[in-house]
């Protein structure tokens, strides 16, 4: 992927379904609408993708792996911490924001998050179910707060659900 020409046409790609997705719903688009708008070929969006679905899990998969590499529970502190996570998205704020609208089986980026804050919050709460989903909720509601309103970074809530989580413990 390091030629020029191919990431400039990823580029254009992902730029003109993130603008396609501000008017419509991801199973509104299809290939042709997408060619047209980027001023591709079918043949070249076939180049790089199955077809939409295609695109849309390689891209959540892509948020995905960045948050799993930030994402850490080591400690109720870390756990309430989201600023890392939060910064990384906030590249990018309107294309997350818009996958967190998008819940389709081939890639739903808000339930991804919710998986990735649950299983690394587990240990703290010693792996009650229950309890792990409840601060994965908060976690992704809490992100989701923060690239909505980027003025407005309180974390005491969810510091204060963290706390009331592993005190339940």
Not at 92 to 105: E, W, Y
Request: charged share 20%; glycine share 2%; aromatic share 10%.
């Amino acid at each position: 992927m390091s030629d020029l020409r191919t990431r400039r046409t990823l580029f254009a790609i992902d730029r003109t379904f993130f603008n396609l997705l501000k008017t419509h719903d991801f199973t509104d688009l299809n290939v042709s609408l997408i060619c047209a708008e980027t001023h591709i070929t079918r043949s070249t969006f076939y180049q790089y993708y199955l077809d939409l679905d295609d695109w849309l899990e390689r891209i959540v998969g892509r948020y995905a792996l960045e948050a799993q590499s930030l994402i850490s529970c080591a400690d109720q502190a870390s756990a309430a911490d989201l600023s890392a996570l939060v910064a990384k998205f906030q590249e990018n704020h309107d294309a997350v924001l818009m996958l967190f609208k998008i819940h389709h089986p081939a890639g739903d980026l808000q339930a991804e998050l919710v998986k990735l804050f649950a299983t690394a919050f587990a240990p703290l709460v010693q792996q009650d179910d229950y309890l792990a989903q409840l601060y994965a909720q908060a976690a992704v509601v809490s992100v989701s707060w923060q690239l909505q309103h980027p003025k407005d970074l309180r974390q005491q809530p969810l510091t204060s659900v963290v706390q009331a989580l592993c005190d339940q413990a």
